[in-house]
């Protein structure tokens, strides 16, 4: 935020984050060369929103400026629930592997069976709305790898289960 005038020791600027004084919002912050720099420290999801700086004269006489920038915050996807790597489960029935991927924005979720993409129209396969991977009626060539691929604009963060079908029949 770089305002001149005469004399300079006159010039004030004044922060803000959506219309807070920099002061009173909790966040971590320096103000760097003549306070013509902010800098934010540790940003996270909470630091989102809207930043100005105000410059007046301490003298007052002249119109004050202010400048506006938008700050978004983008958070890696991550998966709110520890992952099973191993899953052994019964031939004939259904089971449901999680994928609780967050982030910021919302991740989007992709399903991979052997490094495949799966197609979740087919009534074997689908994603509920937590992106879990509903499996109908496992049969043995469901023994494989599935993956969740979580992506979003800052990154992407895969797992991986390996499903295990026990027949239910001996030989």
């Given at each position: ?68 920038a ?7 996807p ?14 004939g ?71 295990k ?7």
């Amino acid at each position: 935020c770089v305002a001149n005038a005469r004399p300079l020791h006159e010039v004030e600027t004044l922060w803000f984050k959506d219309n807070v004084p920099i002061e009173d919002t909790g966040i971590i912050y320096n103000i760097g060369w003549w306070n013509r720099t902010l800098v934010l420290l540790s940003v996270d999801s909470n630091y989102a929103g809207e930043y100005s700086c105000k410059i007046q004269m301490r003298t007052g006489g002249y119109n004050s400026k202010i400048s506006r920038a938008t700050l978004e915050v983008f958070e890696l996807p991550y998966f709110a629930q520890q992952i099973q790597t191993e899953i052994t489960t019964e031939y004939g029935t259904s089971i449901e592997i999680p994928c609780k991927a967050r982030g910021i924005p919302q991740p989007r979720v992709k399903w991979f069976r052997d490094a495949e993409e799966i197609d979740l129209s087919s009534n074997q396969y689908w994603k509920n709305d937590e992106n879990s991977l509903v499996i109908q009626r496992v049969n043995l060539n469901d023994s494989a790898v599935f993956q969740c691929h979580a992506y979003n604009e800052a990154g992407e963060k895969s797992s991986y289960n390996w499903i295990k079908v026990q027949s239910k029949f001996s030989i």
